[in-house]
């Protein structure tokens, strides 16, 4: 069992989904944390995290437990999970070069900075305009076990003492990230990313629940891929998926729900909203059910684009009828309103 401690991305979802609910899938431009400038259109990629002193790096891999080789796979699951974000992005065209480039010796802390005579070299030779160097690189895994015991009632009246193990595997990686740009020989972003996984393992046994934990290696590059995934967002906007829920149900008007839910089902949310809008317009001694049309009109609007039609439906739904899920929605509305004047910003009008 996997528990993410941090997320790749602000994601913002509606409640869980219930009974009286269905739910889609709509793609959005989620903004970078600030902003590149205007004149970068194409980023290469460099490895520059390999230990300078490979043998310190094995043998504190041979004492820490870690593979031989888990740290160089890792480093490259970080380049793709970086390239990936890269290249859901219309603001960049991503460049991986391939080049790995020794950084400090253990490869836990950042080197100097590339001299600008390298970085303006590696830009020449592969038509690029800035240079993201993964600059440093350290992982470390952790596991413990614990034993539990619990009493197990037998037919014949007597008690057995049951034992069993639980395993815990901690996996932490530690990435430093340089952009530079040669243009103005200015390095606009520096930073030290630090997250880990947890994983559990159970068992009869200390050693079965050990051997049910995933292999450290599978781990390390899987959080490593979602390190350079969330490096990408950082720099860049970035297409995501989220998900929204609407209701398929109101009582009073069961047929007329059944049949907007089956427009949607087909991609016709205008049919749809035909039905929500009569149905927002004539229950007038049905409040609930009036708020739903109206909390499905708006989720209509974000689907198709239209976020101030959204949040005027989203606040009538919650405002004159109270829908609970409404007032949840309208700040979600906001959000990606102000979002979406981030990424226009960010973008120079290139969407």
């Known amino acids: 069992m996997t528990y993410p401690i941090r997320l790749l991305a602000p994601f913002l979802l509606l409640a869980l989904l219930t009974g009286c609910m269905k739910s889609t899938t709509l793609t959005v431009l989620q903004p970078a944390q600030f902003k590149v400038p205007d004149h970068i259109t194409k980023i290469a990629v460099v490895d520059r995290s390999k230990p300078s002193s490979g043998w310190l790096n094995v043998l504190e891999g041979l004492f820490s437990g870690e593979a031989i080789g888990q740290d160089r796979q890792s480093r490259a699951e970080a380049v793709r999970g970086l390239t990936d974000a890269l290249q859901r992005t219309p603001r960049f065209r991503v460049i ?52 539990h015991t619990s009493t197990k009632k037998n037919k014949d009246g007597t008690t057995t003492i049951v034992e069993n193990f639980e395993s815990a595997m901690r996996t932490d990686v530690r990435m430093g990230w340089r952009f530079y740009d040669p243009n103005g020989k200015v390095i606009f972003d520096e930073i030290v990313t630090d997250d880990f996984l947890k994983n559990t393992g159970y068992g009869t046994t200390e050693r079965a629940a050990l051997s049910n934990l995933p292999s ?117 509305i906001r959000q990606r309103q102000y979002d979406a004047q981030r990424v226009e910003h960010q973008m120079n009008k290139k969407v």
């Not at 790995?100 to 970085?119: D, I, N, Q």
């Not at 069961?254 to 927002?280: C, L, P, S, V």
Request: charged share 25%; with cysteine; proline share 4%.
């Open 96 to 147: 991986p070069t391939g080049i790995e480039m020794e950084g400090t010796e253990a490869g836990g802390s950042l080197p100097p900075p590339l001299p600008w005579a390298e970085v303006e070299r590696i830009c020449a030779d592969h038509s690029a305009d800035a240079l993201v160097a993964i600059e440093s690189f350290d992982t470390d895994n952790n596991t413990s076990t614990q034993r």
């Open 216 to 332: 450290q290696v599978s781990v390390t590059r899987k959080v490593s891929f979602l390190v350079g995934q969330e490096y990408g967002m950082r720099i860049a906007p970035v297409y995501i998926q989220v998900k929204r829920e609407y209701y398929h149900k109101a009582k009073g008007f069961q047929t007329e729900m059944q049949e907007a839910y089956h427009f949607t089902e087909n991609g016709n949310w205008d049919r749809a909203a035909d039905i929500w809008k009569k149905i927002e317009a004539t229950a007038t001694d049905n409040p609930k059910a009036a708020g739903r049309a109206a909390y499905n009109m708006a989720v209509m609007a974000e689907v198709k684009g239209n976020l101030d039609i959204a949040l005027q439906w989203a606040e009538t739904a919650w405002t004159k009828y109270g829908n609970s899920k409404a007032r949840s929605y309208i700040e979600i």
